[in-house]
């Protein structure tokens, strides 16, 4: 199991739309809204490394109003 925590911005006024797609991506595990440089962190589990960043490419990413992400692969000791 591989962890990616996700730092997400959106454009402007678009906040709550991408909140609620964000919501729909089944590999996010939790999401919280933020105050200051970044709008969100996403907790992503995924079967690798790889599948993490498919996930950040292909469904957060594309998502309308996402315009940046910063993500920070997550390992237990």
Same mark, same amino acid.
Request: proline share 1%; net charge negative.
């Given at each position: ?22 919501? *729909? ?17 996403? *907790? ?13 490419? #292909?469904?957060? &990413?594309?998502? *309308?109003?996402?315009? #940046?992400? &910063? ?7």
């Amino acid at each position: 199991m591989a962890i990616g925590f996700v730092l997400i911005n959106t454009t402007p006024m678009r906040e709550h739309d991408a909140h609620a797609e964000l919501l *729909k991506i089944k590999e996010i595990v939790e999401l919280n809204a933020l105050f200051g440089e970044h709008d969100f962190i996403a *907790k992503v589990e995924a079967n690798d490394f790889n599948a993490v960043g498919r996930v950040v490419v #292909d469904k957060i &990413r594309a998502i *309308k109003g996402v315009i #940046d992400t &910063r993500t920070l692969i997550g390992v237990k000791f």
